[in-house]
């Protein structure tokens, strides 16, 4: 297998990450440096990533969970709080978090071991649209919203992309708004709420591109399909 294919299925990074690392010299093959991308890797050969010893790939595995609120989106952590692959309870392939949700944000988080499919749909240049629905205190203007489909400043020195923003309901003090967007700063839903004077009362992820939540019941998962997979990997 190609070094960066056995790379990227092993969960490490993407290809195109594996043969940088690999043209800076950190990754290894039997104790030596391997600066050749396109190194066939043979059984036995032991590789090592930047320091790490990379195990060989595992079958690739894809799965959607329901994230509830109050668990991390990571593999640990040194608070002692729970993360999500606790909730993966018969799941025995070491699959990562696609991109992040923050603690209290609840709702569709995809895992996998297939780095090339991580890098994919997290990173921004590709434009993978994230669909959220937030419910926020007080009343949301038509400015408001123009504010946040035009990109606002969340104090990243660049303004956020244009978004899709819909008002989906106004009950007393909140409002509800269904906002879509293709970036995946940290916590960027929210910071974006707040900077047109808003703050998230609560939040929930329903859909990564076509792949929505659906009938997923909180803390639980299921396998993407074949064709889930391959829309991912061509959206």
Do not use: F
């Amino acid at each position: 297998m190609r070094l960066n294919k056995y790379i990227a299925q092993a969960g490490v990074c993407s290809r195109r990450k594996a043969d940088e690392l690999t043209l800076a010299g950190k990754v290894k093959i039997n104790g030596a440096v391997m600066k050749t991308p396109g190194y066939d890797v043979q059984e036995g050969d032991v590789v090592v990533v930047d320091g790490k010893p990379v195990d060989a790939p595992e079958k690739a595995a894809y799965y959607a969970l329901n994230k509830p609120a109050g668990y991390i989106t990571t593999t640990s952590d040194e608070k002692d709080r729970p993360t999500v692959l606790s909730l993966l309870t018969d799941v025995t392939a070491r699959v990562y978090p696609v991109g992040r949700l923050d603690g209290p944000t609840r709702g569709l988080l995809l895992l996998t071991n297939d780095g090339d499919l991580s890098y994919h749909i997290a990173h921004p240049s590709q434009k993978v649209w994230k669909t959220y629905i937030a419910v926020v205190a007080g009343h949301v203007t038509k400015d408001e919203v123009w504010a946040l489909r035009n990109g606002v400043d969340i104090g990243d020195k660049k303004k956020t992309a244009p978004a899709q923003v819909t008002v989906l309901k106004e009950k007393g003090d909140q409002t509800t708004l269904e906002i879509r967007i293709h970036e995946g700063r940290n916590r960027q839903v929210r910071r974006m709420c707040k900077a047109v004077g808003h703050t998230v009362l609560d939040l929930q992820r329903t859909a990564v591109g076509d792949i929505a939540l659906g009938r997923l019941r909180e803390g639980t998962y299921r396998r993407l399909t074949p064709a889930e997979v391959e829309y991912l990997k061509n959206c």
